[in-house]
């Protein structure tokens, strides 16, 4: 029984019924008389236990290192174990032990002491009642109630883990959600480096030198033989500096991340400790998401939903496309100033691109077309 145990996915958790047993022992339990034999003889030998599911008895095994270590145990020790081990991964509180067993005084202490110095059971801590002591055996592992799940670390909630998880999920989020394309930034004459072509010059403008004398302090103003010649300087594609713009998807796509692939790229990633990995959930991670989503830092979609407009990543300081001139090469539709050719849909069309005649976006189906001529007609 203790091989059929170790061998099942539940482990020592595994019940046997009575037909088990009997298939199990096969030539040594063929009738009732014999079973009861022999189960009788392996409680005696403390190799299992006995306990009721569904109104039927059935037995679950014992490892055998705990099997000598409970015959070796007092009346009260073996009694004060069975109520450990009838809690099984829940735990059981010390006042409990004191109330089902009827001990009082320090003798229920002094006896768990006896228990957790032998190793047969020990103290863990509940994240719901953090200053009861709770008795588990030794052998088990507590379960997500009673621990917190993978976000508390020996009973304390792990916000820095929460806040990591939380950047690392906008992080994967944004990086499938957008199709990111990487165009030349803006040269210093107003000219878009995206319309230069290898080879072309651009021309930098040099400051005022001061000339000063050994006799005068003041500044004099420069001649214009004393203005030093421009420097021009070749345009290079690939050490012009680049910006990147994040394109949304059509809106046929189905590439943006579920649950279940967050919870597969996360167990991969290096910046999570392997024993969180192991021990983080789906259900977890679906709660963090929704956290996120209450936050208004994510969005929830179905399948088939396409982005509104894309987005320019720039760097601290850089200014917004809305500040600068009209005509920006590399603007953003929805982020320039409107005119006359914008006031119609098509002008500030976000898959302006993707329309095309007998394709999932075409004007003949489309229904902000169709409504702006109703309010202007």
């Known amino acids: 029984m203790l091989n059929v145990a170790n061998a099942s996915p539940e482990g020592l958790r595994k019940v046997f019924f009575q037909a088990?047993?009997?298939?199990?022992?096969?030539?040594?339990?063929?009738?009732?008389?014999q079973l009861l034999a022999l189960i009788t003889e392996l409680q005696g030998h403390c190799l299992i236990r006995t306990s009721r599911l569904d109104r039927a008895?059935?037995?679950?095994?014992?490892?055998?290192?705990?099997?000598?270590?409970?015959?070796?145990?007092?009346h009260p020790d073996r009694m004060l174990y069975e109520y450990v081990e009838d809690a099984h991964r829940k735990g059981i509180w010390l006042r409990d032990l004191r109330k089902r067993s009827g001990i009082q005084g320090q003798s229920v202490d002094k006896a768990m002491n006896r228990l957790e110095n032998a190793r047969l059971v020990k103290v863990i801590r509940?994240?719901?009642?953090?200053?009861?002591k709770t008795y588990l055996l030794?052998?088990?592992m507590p379960t997500d109630d009673v621990t917190g799940g993978s976000f508390f670390d020996s009973g304390d909630l792990d916000e820095s883990l929460i806040d990591e998880i939380k950047n690392l999920i906008i992080f994967k989020v944004r990086m499938d959600s957008w199709s990111e394309q990487r165009v030349h930034s803006k040269s210093r004459r107003g000219r878009s480096p995206a319309a230069l072509e290898d080879g072309d010059e651009v021309e930098y403008e040099q400051p005022d030198h001061a000339v000063t004398s050994p006799t005068r302090k003041r500044k004099r103003t420069n001649d214009i033989e004393d203005l030093a010649t421009l420097k021009r300087q070749s345009y290079n594609p690939d050490t012009d500096p680049l910006t990147y713009t994040q394109l949304p998807y059509p809106a046929y796509s189905k590439s943006y991340p579920t649950t279940d692939d967050i919870m597969t790229w996360l167990k991969t990633t290096p910046a999570i400790r392997a024993t969180k990995q192991e021990q983080l959930t789906v259900d977890e991670i679906q709660r963090v998401l929704d956290v996120l989503v209450w936050d208004d830092k994510l969005e929830k979609v179905g399948a088939g939903y396409r982005s509104v407009r894309g987005v320019v990543c720039r760097q601290p300081g850089q200014p917004s496309e809305s500040d600068e001139e009209d005509g920006d090469e590399d603007g953003v539709v929805g982020l320039r100033k409107g005119n006359g050719l914008t006031e119609a849909p098509c002008g500030r069309c976000p898959v302006f691109d993707l329309c095309e005649e007998g394709g999932p976006i075409n004007a003949s189906s489309c229904v902000y077309w169709a409504a702006w001529i109703e309010k202007n007609v």
């Open 20 to 33: 088990d047993v009997q298939i199990i022992a096969e030539a040594n339990a063929k009738t009732v008389e």
């Open 57 to 74: 008895l059935c037995w679950s095994t014992r490892p055998r290192d705990a099997a000598k270590q409970i015959l070796a145990l007092g």
């Open 126 to 132: 509940n994240v719901k009642s953090p200053m009861q």
């Open 138 to 140: 030794s052998h088990l």
